[in-house]
């Protein structure tokens, strides 16, 4: 990507922030006041398996369903991301809150 592109998106998302920080704040501390939210996100913070990302949940007393149910809300909210399937299958936090 040409590098001027690159340097104006980050500007653009640097204004987004600082316009929409009390918004991003309250949001950061609602999601992360879920102890399950909280475990996806901490073990996600770079690829990571979704056993582990299961395991992380499962320490925390959640279900197998309700897992699937919280990464699939964190997933919809842009705040983690997946890539591959079936026993590749990994998540990543996007860094947003």
Not at 47 to 72: E, F, L, P, Q, Y
């Amino acid at each position: 990507m040409d590098e001027e592109i690159v340097e104006r998106l980050d500007q653009v998302i640097a204004l987004l922030k600082i316009a929409h920080a009390d918004a991003i704040e309250t949001a950061r501390k609602r999601i992360r006041a879920d102890k399950v939210y909280a475990a996806i996100l901490d073990t996600a913070g770079k690829w990571s398996s979704a056993a582990k990302v299961h395991t992380a949940a499962k320490r925390k007393g959640s279900a197998r369903s309700t897992t699937s149910r919280k990464i699939a809300e964190l997933i919809e909210l842009g705040l983690l991301e997946k890539q591959g399937g079936g026993k590749t299958l990994e998540y990543r936090a996007t860094g947003l809150i």
